[in-house]
């Protein structure tokens, strides 16, 4: 069962008091060399410095003593981690993380500053839900999956929530999509809210599955991505590819070239810090540039983690 | 002569409509390792990047239309020539900025986009000069000083003004020093509306021209300065020298390596972009934690025009 927008009210309710309420910028120039009309929802100033925090929180603070005596666990590349650790320790809870030995060293340090146990395991989903399965055998934690769990996408949602109530005549809002948390609570809202608006996801190129689930109908797995975009590699869950069915008016798949120079566009002018996975919405917008013209669009801006020692420009 | 708090607040009330008033941020995480409670104005945000916007748009409106007739001219490293640039661009008159040939590209770029002329020369002052001279007399431009102007130094203060506004209950403000403007306009305006507020700068090691000005109360001429605040090379002026001597409470030098660790620090922990120039502030809290403990410390971030591809880390 996947929330309504009933349930992103809830989730906003439950986690109000403990996530901030982040800033809407927008660009002069960045309009003027888009041509299209940019609001930009700074999830970077989220908490952990992801919208995953909302997600998370929703998560922790959803489950009742007796669900959440042994702590929760989860497998993350990364923000969601982070984000789990958090909310746990603010919970007073142990969390339990599964994290690929390859995750960037500024995501392992944050997520151990959190006091979370920290589990590594290979990079890839068969290695990182192995680990996870012996965890929860181990210590009877609460497992919260990233994005395919219901309090997770209502927590998700309430970006948009935040956005449409502050903006309320945007013509199209966009996220990237990588698990499709973020997505899919976005585009249960924001058509709930409007059924005019247009929802529309922005998906590296190189790791397409979404765009190819969603034009074929038939779920399919994330293989062998390769992509700068380190939040984007997952596949979508059964919850999250039903609400992009259902809310998602479509899919634009993003060379890494467009997602490169959009960030580099975003420090430039607005100097602020986003990671490559939140720059594939203004990525789109720069390749599909006669779609977006003269349209005031919202841009879900995911997330500000990564390693400043590796930049791509 | 040097300004007065009514100066500050007529320069104010000329500019409020083309400036950006920017946003004041803080972090936790900073405050937990610096020790202090800092409130950051981020004048990285300003129109072009830099609150030189302020200085600049004050000297340009100030002059009446006899006086502006053929244009402004201006040497400057950077982030003035930006400013000159687009407050000359937004009053419709022509401006010829004196760059040094090496200046960052990025900065070369953007006083371009404002159609500005750019003339370059060496990176000495003595060459600046000579070019400046040159083109002041063959175009009769009016001449604005980066930072030993009056107006120049009155508009700089408006941020204290916003900061104090916001803030009221700030024990210490500080900002970078180089040529003096943002240091004395905020000195003035900061000791003007409150006797007990303490002003401190922050000046790189490599650069200490005004500490040691400030010190043996003997303006000292900028030689061969060496430090990564690309911002910051150039002496005090007759102004500023008078406005620190008489306002400022004390200058802290700093080692670029503490510049460095407060960059990464502003970029990781607060998800915005700062150049090192902005940083020596926060550098000087770090390398002398222990004078600025449990204090509310106000810190003007100066800019964030920086070449990305030349990071520090």
Redesign the interface.
Known sequence: MIPKLEDIRLAYDRIKYQIHRT?ILSSHSINCISGANIVFKCE??QKV?AFKFRGASNAVLSLNDSEIGNGVATHSSGNHAQAIALAAKMRGIVAYIIMPDNSPQ?KKDAVAGYDAQIIFCEPNLKAREIALNKIVQKTNATFIHPYNNFNVIAGQGTAALELMEDIPDIDIIMTPVGGGGLLSGTAICAKSLNDNIQVIAGEPSGADDAYQSFKTGILQESTAPNTICDGLLTSLGSLTFEAVNLFVDDIYTVDDYYTISAM?LI??RM????EPSACVTLGAILKYKEKFEGKKVGIILSG?NLD??K?P?
Not at 271 to 274: A, C, G, L, R
């Open positions: 800033p970077n100033f410095g500024v580099k420090w430039e100097k602020i810090i986003v500000g400043l020692s930049l420009f």
